[in-house]
Nanobody, 121 residues
């Protein structure tokens, strides 16, 4: 019910915008977030946004470079990634949960299938 897109290969310093589209149902009353998992590593929290979109939480590693957005009334969430670094290489997942606290602890009721982001040096 969540589908990510927008991943790809980019050089260090470049930008990508990921999208997370909801289907079959609306998540307007759910908190949402982005996570990533690099090969051989555990899934890590990237950013969360409250259901109303008023509050955001960013991992220190992406603060100032990544921006989350969820336009009101829409069914798509975005992650704008700027100044990308090789260490940002991972599969990126979006997720939705009634609780933003759960999102921040990498727990969610709904998950997408992931999109690969590769940053070359």
């Amino acid at each position: 019910q969540l589908v990510e897109s927008g991943g790809g290969l980019v050089q260090a310093g470049g930008s990508l915008r990921l999208s997370c589209a909801a289907s079959e149902r609306t998540f307007s009353d759910y908190a949402m977030g982005w996570f990533r998992q690099a090969p051989g590593k555990e899934r890590e929290f990237v950013v969360a946004i409250s259901s109303a979109g008023w509050t955001t939480y960013y991992a220190d590693s992406v603060k100032g470079r990544f921006t989350i957005a969820r336009p009101r009334g829409g069914n798509t969430m975005y992650l704008q990634m700027n100044s990308l670094k090789p260490e940002d290489t991972a599969v990126y997942y979006c997720a939705a949960d009634p609780s933003v606290s759960s999102i921040r602890t990498i727990k969610a009721d709904y998950w997408g299938q992931g999109t690969q982001v590769t940053v070359s040096s």
